[in-house]
C-alpha cells in the first residue's frame, strides 16, 4: 500500500512563495512518474506539474510554467513543488498523485485517471 502526504501549503501573499512536499511511503516510489494537482472550490481538479521517475522529464500547466518548479528526492522518497510569484487564482487544496507508469508522457500526463494513488492534501491560499 501506498501513502502519500503532502505538506507546506498555507496563507500567502500574492507575489509571495510556497515549497509544497510529498512525502511517499513505500519502496517503489523512484519507479513511478509523480504529478501534482489541484482543486479549487467549485472547481474540478486540474494538472499542475508531473515528473518522470528519474527527474529528468517535466510538464507544466500553462498556467503555472515560469512560476512553478516541480522536483523529486528519490533517495528521501519525497517529491516537491516550488511554487513562486502566486497569484490569487493560485488558491486551491494541492494534491501529490503516483502515476501508474515510470515514464510520463505529454499526451496522458494531465489526465487524473493516469495516477492510482493520491494524497489528502494541502490548502494553499493566496491574498490579494
Known amino acids: 500500500q501506498v501513502q502519500l502526504v503532502e505538506s507546506g501549503g498555507g496563507l500567502v501573499q500574492a507575489g509571495g512563495s510556497l515549497r509544497l512536499s510529498c512525502a511517499a511511503s513505500g519502496r517503489t516510489f523512484s519507479s513511478y512518474a509523480m504529478g501534482w494537482f489541484r482543486q479549487a472550490p467549485g472547481k474540478e481538479r486540474e494538472f499542475v506539474a508531473a515528473?518522470?521517475?528519474?527527474?529528468?522529464?517535466?510538464y507544466y500547466a500553462e498556467s503555472v510554467k515560469g512560476r512553478f518548479a516541480i522536483s523529486r528526492d528519490n533517495a528521501k522518497n519525497t517529491m516537491y513543488l516550488q511554487t513562486n510569484s502566486l497569484k490569487p487564482e493560485d488558491t486551491a487544496v494541492y494534491y501529490c498523485a503516483r502515476a501508474r507508469v515510470r515514464t510520463i508522457v505529454v499526451e496522458t500526463c494531465r489526465a487524473t485517471s493516469s495516477y492510482d494513488y493520491w494524497g489528502q492534501g494541502t490548502q494553499v491560499t493566496v491574498s490579494s
Open positions: 515528473i518522470s521517475w528519474t527527474g529528468g522529464r517535466t
